[in-house]
Nanobody
């Protein structure tokens, strides 16, 4: 089982980044996937989660709901996190994670597998 994040980097405030999470080693459609971040000196925060059902709505944390969009590509076993209007306080290491089952309720407490993380730095 492997989750590999990519797409992080340095961006000015107000800019955008698109993170990707490539999954392998498990049946992708059987699991929800979540995105988390951890800023220096802070606890890890759950940002967004998406299941594989076509008619369900993703979950977003309030801090990112109007700026971030999570999506998944079942053909490529990949989940993306589109991040717009980035702020310096979005600076963190971003992780994707496989959740215990194919739903997002309480996903922060139900992580099965973590990726290695990708660093995002937003300059002011």
């Amino acid at each position: 089982v492997q989750l590999v994040e990519s797409g992080g980097g340095l961006v000015p405030a107000g800019g955008s980044l698109r993170l990707s999470c490539a999954a392998s080693g498990f049946t992708f459609d059987d699991y929800a996937i979540g995105w988390f971040r951890q800023a220096p000196g802070k606890e890890r925060e759950g940002l967004a989660c998406i299941d594989s059902y076509s008619n369900s709505s993703p979950y977003y944390a309030e801090s990112v709901e109007s700026r971030f969009t999570i999506s998944r590509d079942g053909a490529r076993n990949t989940v993306h996190l589109q991040m717009n209007s980035l702020k310096p306080e979005d600076t963190a290491i971003y992780y994707c994670a496989r959740i215990t089952a194919n739903f997002c309720s309480n996903f922060g407490a139900r992580v099965l597998t973590w990726g290695q993380g990708t660093r995002v730095t937003v300059s002011s």
